[in-house]
């Protein structure tokens, strides 16, 4: 049996539901498949996007609904220093890398660890030592639980085992609160709890600065529309946001957003420092899943992180997690509608 064939036969999908809320997932990147919730007159609708078929997952360049790592987001010049030691990376990205490299823990096969359809999952990974690069082995678990009847909880956690390493994991799940196949969210209405941000060069990588928003288009600190000031943009908002909290210990609210038609809204709440605000301004013409096409600004990610590049800045937090200590990361979704 190939390596492709015994993937596919580890392979599972997997609900949970409780009440009108459901999530279909599968250990395949710890996917996020959709997530089908009622609007303000109690219609049920899929709000998340996604494929058909577990292969257009593996072919996926978008990470659908997918769990990133090692690290999250962009790395300058796919290389990082750390302990006197160079790591060349996968450049899967202009020359740097991008979401864990060619093969981040979004296109692996997860173990499923524990499984309980009304109330919980939770898949666990064990990194090798230099995959993608990436010093140390490292063990990885994310549980996505209901709390309550309206509140989704995704838990990570990583473990270094014998080597320091950078971690930055993030849920990557693209938001259409009218329904996944409803066409565009400039209309949606977004609030960001972040006064600065991490201005980017030419290739996304940050410049080591931080930024106010204010007067910018990039200041959701008041409720606004998504499209309102984005034609003010090289096309797309993808930026991280620094959250103005002060310190990891807490969860605090990172954003809201709300559909002003079908009345749905999704507030989120954090323990990270950062949130990575993109509208898909990358998708064209994207075949998904009940015969959709996604085109241009289909959906919204909110990717709670640490700050992209970080390991190549020495002035953002630092992402080093070293033997014996234990990276967390937690995230709260509350979904109403009215």
């Known amino acids: 049996m190939s390596k492709a064939d015994e993937n596919y036969k580890n392979i599972g999908f997997y609900e949970l539901k409780r009440g009108n809320f459901k999530l279909n997932l599968t250990n395949y990147g710890a996917t996020i498949i959709s997530a089908i919730i009622p609007d303000k007159h109690g219609n049920l609708a ?8 577990i292969d257009s997952y593996m072919n996926d360049t978008c990470y659908f609904g997918a769990l990133i790592g090692r690290v999250a987001n962009r790395i300058g010049g796919a290389q990082f220093t750390l302990d006197g030691k160079t790591y060349k990376l996968p450049a899967n990205d202009h020359g740097n890398t991008l979401h864990g490299g060619t093969r981040g823990f979004s296109d692996v096969v997860w173990t499923v660890k524990s499984y309980h359809k009304n109330s919980h999952i939770t898949f666990s990974y064990n990194s090798f ?4 690069g990436f010093p140390g082995k490292l063990e990885v678990s994310v549980t996505y639980m209901f709390i309550g009847t309206n509140k989704l909880g995704v838990k990570m956690i990583a473990k270094p085992v014998d080597k320091a390493t950078p971690v930055n994991l993030a849920q990557h799940t693209y938001w259409n609160l009218r329904g996944h196949n409803s066409g565009d969210i400039l209309s949606h209405i977004v609030q960001i709890f972040g006064s600065k941000i ?5 290739d996304l990588i ?6 106010s928003v204010k007067d910018t288009p990039y200041d959701f600190l008041e409720p606004k529309q998504v499209g309102s000031q984005i034609h003010d943009l090289p096309g797309l908002y993808d930026m991280n946001y620094v959250l103005d909290k002060s310190g990891q ?10 559909d002003p038609v079908s009345g749905r809204k999704m ?3 954090s323990n990270q420092l950062g ?13 998904g899943k ?7 600004y289909a959906g919204i990610a909110l990717e709670t992180q640490g700050f992209p590049d970080s390991v190549n800045h020495p002035n953002f937090p630092s992402q080093i997690v070293n033997p014996g200590e234990i990276y967390k990361h937690y995230m709260v979704y509350r979904f109403t509608a009215s």
């Open 249 to 258: 210990e807490h969860l605090s609210k990172v954003a809201v957003v709300r």
């Open 267 to 269: 507030e989120l709440w």
């Open 206 to 211: 940050p410049t080591g600065k931080f930024q």
């Open 290 to 296: 009940d015969g959709a096409i996604y085109h241009k």
């Open 198 to 202: 991490t201005p980017v060069d030419k």
């Open 46 to 53: 899929d709000v998340v996007l996604g494929y058909d078929s």
């Open 129 to 132: 030592d230099n995959e993608e």
């Open 275 to 287: 949130v990575q605000y993109y509208t898909s301004g990358m998708l064209k013409d994207t075949k």
